[in-house]
């Protein structure tokens, strides 16, 4: 059986502003610290590959957990986040704005709806679907922790797992940093999750269990 553990990487250094495929940032103190205790959560669950998009902030969130686990650390470029155009940089804002009227758009139906320069739930979709897969394909019967950023986690769950899709955007729920997604493979060759979006306790106790940065919506 081929699980994967979808995770988002740890807390960036700037986790205030959008950070699209634009932006190579790094992670903060503490977002070293959460990835060396997701590191350490991991350990014993049997990870056999560690896969994460080539970005910095999801190479050194996945970096300390191939070392903890003894597995490869490979790169899936595909997996990167969002191209955003001319928001990358600036202040997020959960009350107005072009990206919480992009998702409103999205649940809505107009899922090619995209301001300029940025990806679409559809192009989304087209870029990370076969990649999720080649990854899958690559390490059948494997189990792999796969770091990607939060709208790629987010699109990704949206599309792979029945009963969802771009109308539950909100449903879904948010993706905090490390949050954790474990899907295993279907006998019909879809996707299931055994859970969603859960920070493992060692990461959330670094922050008193509160999410930190601003979560999924900040493009991270």
């Known amino acids: 059986m081929t699980t994967i553990w979808l995770t988002r990487h740890a807390e960036t250094a700037l986790p205030t502003v959008f950070h699209g495929a634009e932006s190579d940032v790094g992670l903060s103190d503490l977002g070293r610290r959460q990835a060396g205790a997701a590191a350490g959560w991991f350990v014993g669950r049997g990870v056999t590959a560690v896969v994460s998009s080539g970005m910095l902030r999801a190479r050194d969130t996945a970096a300390p957990v191939a070392a903890a686990c003894g ?19 600036t202040p997020f804002s959960s009350v107005g704005g072009p990206w919480p009227d992009t998702i409103d758009r999205w649940e809505a139906g107009d899922t090619a709806f995209a301001t300029p320069g940025a990806e679409s739930f559809d192009d989304l979709r087209r870029r990370l679907l ?59 060759g879809g996707w299931a999750a055994a859970e969603l979006l859960q920070v493992p306790p060692p990461v959330a106790a670094l922050s008193d269990g509160a999410p930190t940065g601003v979560g999924e919506k900040s493009q991270g």
């Open 130 to 188: 076969p990649a999720f897969e080649r990854v899958a394909e690559r390490h059948a019967g494997g189990r792999v922790v796969v770091v990607a950023h939060g709208v790629v986690c987010k699109v990704l769950l949206l599309c792979l797992l029945p009963g969802y899709g771009p109308a539950a955007w909100k449903r879904l729920g948010r993706v905090p940093n490390l949050a954790v997604s474990e899907l295993t493979r279907t006998a019909a």
């Open 71 to 89: 597995g490869p650390h490979l790169i899936e470029p595909d997996l990167h986040e969002r191209r955003v155009g001319g928001l990358s940089g």
